[in-house]
């Protein structure tokens, strides 16, 4: 850079002088030639013009003197002028190399390729650790250029400076004292005769190239995240959105680019949903909430969505960033886990009070079927019969109840639903009102499930008995159909618990009332209802729901106000069809023996004991079981058979049995409950009962079990 000051000086110089010197000749041939010329046209006298010649030469000298002054006086002006812009300039260049952010260099490059450094600032010291000594100044930097990029760092400088174009190269560079960094190499050429001057500068875009990487790293990490983000200017314009989101929307990023977020709006929210959005985001906040997105196939979606505003260091708003994650299955999940634990919660309760109302059911029920049994009255019958048919439907409405909350013993069997729905058909003919027409259609020959055949019945007869209410004041049609469908994930209504495979489709639909949107997500809750006081219990749908769960199937409904209901069902479907028969009916059987009936609730003790005898066997009554403990260990052989209650004060009626067993092994024991949640048939045959009751029991189930478990035991005891 001073080289190229002092060069442009000398120039300078050389021109002032010569200047100075052609006006003096150019003056001085003037004046000799136009003197003498006048002085020989005006002067005649040889004497005068001696002394008009002397006083010519004097004033020659005078005025050549006089000018001479004034242009050395000009040019020594013009050089202090010139030399104190230079010094200024200098200075200004001196501190704007070191001011720049990298390091200023100029080279002088000639045809051949070599190139000789005239300026290096002092910052190569400061930024790259390197002397600014100008002679090492190339070949001490390309030392310390990074092996695998030298060789392209030297091939570009030597390819600008021979063609005499501008030169740019990236590249790491390692300094002295070990630390990596990325540098910038730019020059500027500029022909100065046979050489080129470059002027450049050194940058080091260590910080860049970090920015450049977290930069990619960050795009990266958005073109392959889950959530959907869309990008858009202080309009609303789009001007970004990921993969995820054309995943999620189904919108292509081509499709979406140029519009407004309104494309996805879904009309669940209202106005003054937008409206409090937007004001919180003009605030400069971000917003957050759940948001219902339309897909562009028409689908609801449901995202928990974040938008906030994007701001320059300087607070100057550039647009908006919206993630969006898709919460849809999550929310089915969610609805699927609160429903659940309603059924939980009500199971609880179920439990807690079937016990004691079983028990309040055992004497009614068997107390009206002993007066039955024994009076002849025809007059007394029918009001027996009102009786005993209030206390089948206390017991079934109990049985409900621990059905949905899966707390009711089940008999699972490979069955054929075809038969079960024919019967339904067949007990529904008869109380359905003639402006309903009912329809069939069983469209697979393969129909076998494995099911409790009471629940599937239980089923139908409450989903078409919904079906009728909701067609009581119109004409109608009832539609149960059965067929086969494959399900697989990708099913629309495939539920995330189910099992991937074949399933029996059960549809029963209506062409009623139909099912207010409002109340849709509710029909499966305990107690529900719709119907008017008195009319229902609300548990019927409850139980539904049960039943299909625990059967690892699943039921969903689609109702239009007005127009009807159709409920589907999808059971799984057993590879082998076996043909189900119902149990044979048989005669309440009689019998001789010596029973111990024990049990804690006197009502329920002399209940069976009349039902008992009345059967015509001999029975003992113990209302503790410490008390029948210590008269069976009074006489052990003295009993043909033990009835015990399960939950009973001091001592259960399994640890009972197991008392008693220990004594008598082949002792027949009948265990009896009015609900319990760890005792059932298998485990009461496991501690070595031969059988195993519910309450409420009727006169014909207590006789056949007493049979069975008889007819089992050893012979009659001794008295």
């Known amino acids: 850079m001073d080289a190229h000051m002092n060069s442009s000086s000398q120039r300078y110089n050389r021109y002032a002088i010569l200047k100075i010197i052609g006006i003096y000749i150019f003056f001085g041939v003037l004046w000799i030639y136009f003197s003498d010329t006048i002085l020989a046209w005006l002067v005649r006298d040889a004497n005068l013009m001696t002394y008009v010649q002397i006083s010519k030469g004097i004033l020659f000298i005078l005025i050549t003197a006089s000018l001479l002054y004034v242009l050395i006086h000009t040019y020594v002006d013009q050089l202090m002028r010139m030399n104190r812009t230079l010094q200024e300039r200098e200075i200004l260049l001196h501190s704007i190399a070191t001011n ?28 790259f650790g390197l002397s600014t000594e100008l002679d090492t100044f190339f070949p001490s930097f390309s030392d310390h250029v990074v092996e695998e990029d030298r060789s392209r760092f030297l091939d570009s400088l030597r390819e600008a400076v021979v063609s005499g174009t501008p030169w740019r190269f990236e590249g790491r560079f390692v300094r002295p004292d070990g630390e990596p960094l990325w540098f910038q190499a730019i020059a500027t050429p500029k022909r100065d005769g046979p050489s080129i001057l470059y002027h450049g500068v050194l940058l080091d875009i260590t910080e860049r190239k970090r920015a450049e990487e977290d930069l990619r790293r960050l795009n990266f990490a958005i073109e392959r995240a889950a959530e959907s983000v869309l990008i858009t200017d202080p309009n609303g314009v789009i001007q970004y959105v990921n993969p995820a989101f054309e995943k999620v929307t189904g919108y292509s990023r081509s499709e979406t680019i140029g519009r407004t977020p309104s494309l996805l709006k879904s009309g669940v929210q209202d106005h003054s949903f937008y409206e409090n ?4 985001l003009k605030s400069g906040v971000i917003w957050s909430g759940r948001i219902t997105n339309r897909r562009k196939d028409g689908k609801l979606i449901q995202a928990d969505s974040t938008i906030s505003p ?14 969006n994650r898709d919460i849809t299955e999550a929310v089915k999940l969610e609805t699927m886990l609160r429903q659940a634990q309603k059924m939980e919660a009500i199971g609880t309760l179920a439990g807690g009070i079937a016990h004691d109302f079983n028990n309040i059911l055992s004497a009614m029920m068997g107390y009206a079927e002993l007066a039955r049994f024994r009076t002849t009255d025809p007059q007394i019958q029918p009001y027996l019969e009102q009786i005993l048919k209030a206390c089948e439907r206390s017991r079934d409405l109990v049985k409900q109840i621990l059905t949905f909350s899966r707390r009711r013993e089940q008999e699972m069997k490979p069955m054929a639903v075809t038969p079960v729905v024919r019967e339904v058909m067949q007990l529904l003919r008869s109380s359905i009102p003639s402006t309903v027409e009912i329809r069939t259609s069983f469209e697979t020959p393969h129909d076998t499930v494995l099911a409790d055949p009471t629940q599937i019945h239980q089923v139908l007869m409450n989903l078409c008995t ?10 109608g049609v009832l539609d149960v159909r059965l067929g086969r469908q494959v399900l697989t994930a990708q099913s629309p209504v495939f539920d995330p618990g189910l099992k991937e495979g074949p399933y029996l489709q059960m549809v029963v639909s209506d062409t009623g009332e139909g099912i207010d949107p409002a109340v849709r997500d509710k029909i499966f809750d305990p107690f529900f209802t719709t119907k008017a006081s008195g009319e229902g219990t609300g548990l019927g749908l409850s139980v539904v729901y049960g039943i299909v769960k625990d059967h690892g199937g699943m039921i969903h409904v689609e109702s239009e106000p007005g127009k009807g209901t159709a409920f589907t069902i999808h059971l799984p479907l057993l590879d082998a069809e076996k043909k189900w028969e119902g149990p044979e009916m048989a005669l309440i059987p009689e019998g001789t023996g010596h029973i111990l009936y024990v049990d804690d609730e006197e009502p329920i003790a002399s209940l069976g004991w009349e039902m008992l005898t009345s059967l015509g066997y001999d029975v003992a009554v113990r209302l503790s079981s410490l008390d029948a403990l210590e008269a069976f260990r009074a006489n052990p052989q003295g009993y043909d058979l033990v009835i015990t209650d399960m939950t009973m004060p001091n001592m259960t009626g399994a640890r009972l049995a197991g008392e008693m067993l220990k004594i008598r092994p082949d002792l027949p024991v009948i265990l009896t409950t009015g609900f319990s949640e760890r005792m059932d048939r298998e485990e009461a045959q496991k501690l070595g009962c031969r059988d195993f009751l519910m309450k409420p029991v009727s006169l014909g189930d207590l006789a056949r079990a007493v049979k069975r478990a008889l007819e089992k035991g050893s012979e009659p005891a001794e008295r």
């Not at 959005?277 to 919180?280: D, E, N, Q, S």
């Not at 994007?310 to 993630?323: D, F, M, P, R």
């Not at 919904?466 to 004409?475: C, G, K, V």
């Open 466 to 475: 919904n079906a009728l209410h909701a067609m009581r004041d119109r004409e």
């Open 310 to 323: 994007l701001l320059t260091s300087a607070g100057e708003l550039t647009g908006y960033i919206a993630l």
């Open 277 to 280: 959005l937007w004001k919180t």
């Open 100 to 127: 720049i952010p990298g390091v200023a260099y100029q080279f002088i490059a000639t045809d051949t390729g070599t190139c000789n450094v005239s300026y290096v600032s002092e910052k190569l010291t400061e930024t």
